[in-house]
């Protein structure tokens, strides 16, 4: 039978067939795991992804699990996301993939994103062991004219294994 004769469901059928077989759960470094392997897969749209911050409302910003930024942080991080000018709170998909894991003692997920901070000016990476500490918004060590900024994503860790022990 050709492709375009199929129904959906008989296509979702053969898929599942072939498919991995199903999980009903999994552990804060699988998922981070996953997301490492797909930002190989693909350097450009998991970045996009991840980087992608919406509006959402009070109701959501208290949610117990789901973490949740101000959105004047994310203006001043960074200046290329379009974020009304009345949005208080955003959320992005670290957050709700955190939501599902709950948080440790200081009220944070499993999940975290990885940036390599570079200066606005110069592009320079600092990711030197003398640059350990220089803070977003700071200015550049380097060429002392830039400010410090989050660049591209390099990856995500499993932050509560960092505090197992």
């Known amino acids: 039978m050709s492709d375009d004769k ?4 008989d296509i979702l059928n053969e898929w599942e067939k072939e498919a991995t077989p199903r999980r009903e759960s999994i ?9 490492n392997s797909l930002l190989k897969l693909d350097a450009s749209a998991i970045p996009a ?9 009070e109701a959501l910003a208290e949610h117990p699990t789901v973490q949740v930024g101000r959105a004047t942080t994310w203006r001043k991080a960074r200046p290329d996301l379009s974020l009304s000018e009345d949005a208080q709170h955003t959320v992005g998909l670290v957050g709700l993939l955190n939501g599902f894991f709950g948080m440790n003692e200081q009220g944070m997920g499993p999940i975290g994103a990885l940036y390599q901070d ?6 320079e990476e ?4 003398e640059d350990k500490g220089i803070k977003l918004g700071e200015t550049c060590p380097r060429c002392n ?8 994503l390099v990856g995500f ?6 505090q197992a022990g």
């Not at 570079?118 to 592009?123: N, S």
């Not at 600092?126 to 062991?129: A, S, T, Y």
């Open 6 to 9: 199929r129904n959906v469901t």
């Open 49 to 57: 992804l991840t980087d992608h911050r919406v509006q959402c409302n």
């Open 118 to 123: 570079v200066c606005d000016t110069c592009h």
């Open 157 to 162: 860790k499993n932050t509560w294994a960092d």
């Open 27 to 35: 552990t804060p470094q699988e998922a981070v795991d996953m997301l």
């Open 145 to 152: 004219e830039g400010t410090v900024v989050i660049g591209p």
């Open 126 to 129: 600092l990711n030197r062991p």
